[in-house]
């Protein structure tokens, strides 16, 4: 059985750290992506930050640039994601997903990202909530 498994989400005040798990089974990350995307109340889910389980080839939305971190191990089969001075609008549910199938080798990691067309496994998510 495929599942995806979130943990590390919970309330913060702004400024703090925060570190997100993506636990995979069922399944092997090795030759795929994994992803981070976020959902606030109100507003449109959006990519946060991917990373390419081979290589480690990475994107990361602008908002976030420069305060996430995300990563693999590839031992764990599972990712993270590292966010550091969380702000007021970082707040949210947050999701892994993985890709299900392999995309042409000419999409870069910014389309595989955005476009979430292969992303076919996702986490139930896991909330992030910062206070001020």
């Known amino acids: 059985q495929v599942q995806l498994v979130e943990s590390g989400g919970g309330v913060v005040q702004s400024g703090d750290s925060l570190r997100l798990s993506c636990a995979a089974s069922?399944?092997?990350?090795?030759?795929?992506?994994i992803g981070w995307f976020r959902q606030a109340p109100g507003k449109e889910r959006e990519a946060v930050a991917c990373?390419?389980?081979?290589?480690?080839?990475?994107y990361y939305a602008d908002s976030v640039k420069g305060r996430f971190t995300v990563s693999r191990d590839r031992t764990k089969n599972t990712a993270y994601l590292e966010m550091s001075n969380l702000k007021p609008e970082d707040p949210a549910i947050y999701y892994c997903?993985?890709?299900?199938?392999?995309?042409?080798?000419?999409?870069?990691?910014?389309?595989?990202?955005?476009?979430?067309?292969?992303?076919?496994?996702w986490g139930k998510g896991s909330q992030v909530t910062v206070s001020s």
């Open positions: 990373v390419k389980m081979t290589d480690g080839s990475t």
């Open positions: 997903a993985a890709e299900s199938r392999r995309p042409p080798s000419w999409m870069n990691m910014d389309e595989r990202c955005k476009t979430v067309e292969y992303m076919g496994y």
């Open positions: 069922g399944f092997t990350l090795d030759y795929y992506a």
